[in-house]
């Protein structure tokens, strides 16, 4: 930044601040639209019951921020991500499932019992939460590892633009569901 002809550095620790909520953010961005497409999407389907999933609303809610980072990745140059630091969204998610499970009692009233705010958060489903959580954690990682390589892809492409365009294309297209 340039105030009256001085440069400022920016801090180190605001750039590694930036670099980690770069790197929670990307690949948690992934799961919720792969959770939603591949796993929640299906389950209500199949109930036959009415849903919103295919509102405006929801498309926003579990869809955009897939399509944000992947073209902050791809088209304009976003901070990479270390494969090294796969085990910091690895940490964040398993606190969030126990975030989850702590105030699983604030979601209702009491009388109604625990409230999960996802079915598969439930741990009273026994073997189907033990898998679904697996399933969770090795969904983020395969995230992570996927913008790592879209990363790796890029840059041994070139800086074409159509190539950036063809990659957010067709992993948006792999976790993204639409009405």
Request: aromatic share 14%; net charge neutral.
């Amino acid at each position: 930044m340039t105030h009256l002809g001085r440069e400022k550095e920016i801090e180190q620790t605001t750039l590694r601040c930036a670099l980690v909520l770069w790197e929670l953010s990307a690949p948690f961005a992934l799961l919720v639209s792969a959770v939603v497409r591949y796993a929640i999407w299906p389950v209500i389907v199949a109930t036959g019951r009415p849903h919103s999933l295919g509102s405006f609303k929801n498309q926003m809610q579990h869809n955009v921020n897939s399509v944000y980072v992947l073209s902050e990745l791809a088209l304009m140059g976003g901070p990479p991500l270390e494969f090294a630091h796969m085990s910091l969204p690895t940490l964040v998610g398993t606190i969030y499932i126990l975030f989850t499970w702590f105030n699983c009692y604030f979601y209702a009233a009491p009388e109604f019992g625990p409230q999960y705010i996802y079915w598969f958060m439930d741990p009273t489903l026994g073997k189907a939460t033990t898998i679904a959580l697996i399933a969770l954690v090795g969904t983020l990682m395969m995230s992570f590892v996927t913008f790592t390589a879209l990363d790796t892809f890029i840059e041994w492409m070139g800086k074409s633009l159509i190539t950036h365009l063809f990659s957010v294309a067709i992993v948006s297209a792999a976790v993204i569901k639409t009405r």
